[in-house]
């Protein structure tokens, strides 16, 4: 999906909001266990009872890797499923070199065709450049998490700078606004305003709104610019909001209201 094709959907649903597939088989509804694909079936629900809101779905591999083969297969099934329309991530945070990496890329846009994937820049711009050799697709690269750990380099002192801050400029050197996304912590709500001024045509994918205690209006007045720019997503805050039967309707309540609070920046 390219950037005209993200921005038109994204004014036209009045909504920036990003659902997390985090599928959990511990935390799906008791039910659906007794379905032959008890994750996808619980996706299916999910995207069913979103999809007029959501502009983006990411599936964080993980959750699916953990099943074996199992989980590959309802991976794929689920982004199969995922209207066509929508920007899909992979959120499988590679961060590897030359052929493997572009193995990598090839996994997550060729063999399970993602519009994107995260990745990692630690290993410098060997490791981020083979995901930008594919045409509408995007690496979306981790720039300021949310986590405590993210103390332990992301805001430590590089010469005159922060690190995040030199790992943003020098990422975004790499390639484009157009293919080019960055993952910023919604928690982290002393430095949006900076990070957009930083960046200021960039798209962010903002992890940490609701459970976390990042909060829509904060980061829509922050971060938001004239394509949109930003991509919340809510993950737990919209996907576990019941544990029962109710759990469609209960996440398709949730994302309506997400939505009414990012419209009002349109």
Not at 6 to 19: E, G, H, R
Request: charged fraction near 20%.
């Amino acid at each position: 999906m390219n950037r005209a094709q993200l921005k038109a959907n994204i004014f036209s649903k009045k909504s920036v909001l990003c659902v997390g597939l985090d599928t959990d088989l511990t935390k799906i509804p008791a039910h659906l266990l007794k379905e032959e694909d008890p994750v996808f079936a619980f996706n299916k629900a999910i995207i069913d009872a979103t999809k007029d809101q959501a502009v983006s779905y990411k599936i964080n591999t993980a959750f699916y890797e953990a099943q074996g083969l199992k989980g590959w297969i309802s991976m794929e099934k689920t982004l199969n499923y995922i209207p066509k329309d929508i920007f899909t991530i992979a959120d499988a945070k590679r961060g590897d070199i030359g052929n493997t990496s572009e193995q990598y890329a090839r996994t997550f846009f060729h063999t399970y065709p993602f519009d994107s994937v995260t990745v990692a820049p630690y290993m410098g711009s060997d490791s981020v450049q083979p995901f930008l050799k594919f045409e509408d697709k995007w690496a979306i690269v981790l720039g300021l998490t949310s986590n405590a750990g993210s103390a332990d380099f992301q805001l430590q002192p590089s010469g005159d700078e922060l690190m995040y801050q030199k790992v943003l400029k020098t990422v975004a050197s790499w390639g484009t606004p157009e293919n080019i996304m960055f993952v910023i912590g919604a928690t982290r709500k002393e430095q949006l305003q900076e990070v957009r001024a930083l960046l200021p045509h960039h798209f962010f994918l903002v992890p940490g709104v609701g459970t976390q205690g990042g909060d829509v209006d904060t980061v829509c007045r922050n971060t938001m610019n004239e394509d949109g720019g930003v991509l919340i997503n809510v993950s737990r805050g919209i996907i576990y909001v019941a544990n029962d039967e109710s759990f469609a309707d209960k996440a398709h309540d949730a994302a309506v209201q997400y939505q009414k609070e990012m419209s009002v920046f349109f």
